[in-house]
């Protein structure tokens, strides 16, 4: 049984790129929250996907876009990378809508992403 | 607005035991849960609790007070690998229905031989 798998890995882009980030949820799942955790601090909520719409979003710019395929897999974009947005991405997993939101989630083992 | 507290770091002896506590402000609280991060890893559940009282589950128990806003987690018989990051994270109804956990800024834990 496959976990949360996300890729790349590893990413280094230089300000004012766009990124892509991409994660596949947990077999079973089917909503998909990413989260930004700077070096020292907790996971900050960008936004949650369930039936291929963004249900919930945090206090992030618009340059953060996302998507939910069929599948449940999902994609972060980032536009106009700023130095600041250097962190790990995280994508956690869960299942069900409504309720039971946030509950019980599994972490993917995140994208480091270094902005020069 | 909401706010959680928790310690920065605790350090402890291998066999001991250890309390990482945590306290909060929200509204429309619905729960508390627990997570483990090690260095450069993905967060890893460890428990869940939306009613007073403690959870059992193997060496780590998790306590929650709605009355008090806190909670803590209690690591018994400590071994080298519980050496990590801890974070206590609120699920709450702060911002009409969104039920999505807001994390602390996380408990690093060293254990000592």
């Known amino acids: 049984d496959a976990g949360v798998t996300q890729s790349p890995t590893h990413l280094i882009k230089t300000r004012g790129q766009q990124v892509t980030l991409r994660c596949s949820p947990k077999?079973?799942?089917?909503?998909v929250s990413w989260y930004q955790q700077a070096l020292g601090q907790g996971p900050q909520f960008i936004f949650q996907y369930y039936e291929e719409e963004e249900r919930q979003r945090g206090n992030f710019p618009d340059r953060f876009s996302g998507h939910q395929f069929p599948n449940y897999s999902s994609e972060l974009n980032v536009n106009a990378l700023l130095l600041g947005d250097s962190a790990l991405y995280l994508c956690?997993?869960?299942f069900g809508g409504g309720a039971s939101r946030g509950k019980t989630q599994y972490f993917g083992p995140g994208t480091r992403l270094l902005v020069l | 607005g909401q706010s959680l507290e928790q310690p920065s770091e605790v350090t402890a002896v291998e066999g001991a035991i250890v309390q990482i506590n945590c306290t909060y402000q929200?509204?429309?609280?619905?729960?508390l849960s627990w997570y483990q991060q090690h260095d450069g890893g993905a967060p890893t559940f460890l428990s869940y609790?939306?009613?007073?009282g403690l959870e059992e589950t193997g060496r780590f128990s998790s306590f929650l007070s709605r009355s008090d806003s806190y909670g803590y987690l209690l690591l018994q018989e400590l071994q080298m690998k519980d050496s990590a990051s801890y974070f206590c994270a609120v699920r709450d109804n702060a911002s009409g229905g969104s039920y999505i956990p807001t994390f602390g800024r996380g408990t690093s834990l060293i254990v000592h031989p």
């Open positions: 929200t509204s429309g609280f619905y729960g």
């Open positions: 609790n939306a009613l007073d």
């Open positions: 956690a997993s869960s």
């Open positions: 077999s079973g799942h089917d909503t």
